[in-house]
């Protein structure tokens, strides 16, 4: 099993790292502020402006280290990897069965299942633990129609219609999520998803936290030998992590959108770790950011019994079973691949 990576993350936005030796140097403004040793991390993600020198990276390719680049706002740049750990044969059926239309759907089938059901389970939780500060009825029937989704998804097998599915099944589950906002009402009202640039501060957690999400299971997928760029429901894009896409999909609401909602009703964060701008945008300060950074850290680090394996994981390893799942099955050493239900 791989080892929950090291990751340094840099959250300063005028913030320059440089090779020094064997240690990463970080100057803000020409000036360097501190030293730490490369081969300590596994993984560098930059929500920073000025980024890296050639000499740093072309060491961190050498040693297999990703860098990771990033808005300030968390919105993804791009991604530098040194040489893959996979195997060609794995990559090349990766290949194969993103070109194939049925057996790319049979997989965007189970992850979308994975979507839905854990979208289902979170309202679940709700609706058990605060009835007194939602809508029951309306948390029922959200509820049940997403229960007849799932039951409906085993028949179908075209890609456009599972999409469309999964779209109506994400509307269901938003319009409940400002009532699951129990905390700060005034500085999280939620009206709807938004986003590039989000315009409001759920939004702006929400689109850091899935853009911290997408780096883990792109590095997650990376380290089994799969391509994070090549899916098998998000489309091929230039520069797109498809496949880390259609992996953290089914982790979204239960590995993002509850960690936004705990730093929010247990008041982690609040209405002064925003920026507002003129143009309406919404993104975290520095200082928002190294809380947010902070806590899903501690959060990764908390463990749960995963559902498929029936082991004691913490919560950072998640994306890589899932991908160690997906692989086993891109291998043919398991009939489907199984996708995270969380309880």
Request: net charge positive.
């Amino acid at each position: 099993m791989k080892k929950l990576l090291n990751t340094l993350y840099i959250t300063k936005p005028d913030t320059y790292l440089f090779l020094d030796g064997g240690n990463i140097g970080v100057s803000v403004e020409r000036e360097v502020v501190g030293k730490v040793p490369l081969l300590n991390f596994e993984s560098i993600v930059i929500f920073a402006r000025s980024g890296a020198s050639p000499a740093l990276i072309q060491s961190c390719l050498e040693h297999n280290i990703s860098m990771t680049f990033l808005t300030p706002n968390g919105r993804f740049c791009g991604r530098v990897t040194g040489m893959t750990n996979g195997n060609v044969i794995l990559r090349k059926q990766q290949y194969r069965i993103s070109d194939d239309s049925v057996q790319s759907t049979l997989i965007a089938r189970n992850f979308i299942f994975g979507k839905i059901a854990n979208q289902r389970s979170v309202l679940q939780r709700i609706l058990r633990d605060h009835k007194l500060a939602i809508d029951i009825e309306e948390f029922q029937n959200v509820i049940g129609t997403l229960q007849e989704t799932l039951t409906q998804l085993s028949s179908m097998t075209d890609l456009e219609r599972l999409r469309g599915v999964e779209g109506n099944a994400a509307q269901l589950y938003f319009s409940l999520f400002d009532q699951m906002i129990l905390q700060q009402k005034k500085a999280f009202i939620f009206e709807g998803r938004n986003r590039r640039p989000p315009l409001d501060n759920t939004n702006a957690l929400l689109s850091f936290a899935y853009s911290m999400l997408a780096h883990e299971c792109a590095a997650a997928l990376e380290s089994v030998g799969l391509d994070a760029y090549v899916g098998f429901m998000h489309q091929d894009r230039p520069g797109r992590l498809s496949l880390s896409l259609d992996l953290m999909e089914e982790l979204r609401s239960v590995y993002a959108d509850r960690f936004v909602l705990k730093l929010i009703n247990k008041q982690l964060i609040s209405d002064k770790d925003f920026n507002h701008s003129e143009s309406g945008a919404v993104q975290l300060t520095e200082d928002g950011r190294k809380t947010f950074i902070t806590q899903w850290q501690k959060r990764k680090e908390e463990k749960l019994e995963h559902p498929f394996l029936k082991e004691k994981i913490i919560w950072g390893l998640v994306p890589h079973v899932q991908a160690l799942l997906l692989a086993r099955y891109l291998r043919g050493d398991l009939d489907a691949y199984p996708p995270f239900l969380w309880k």
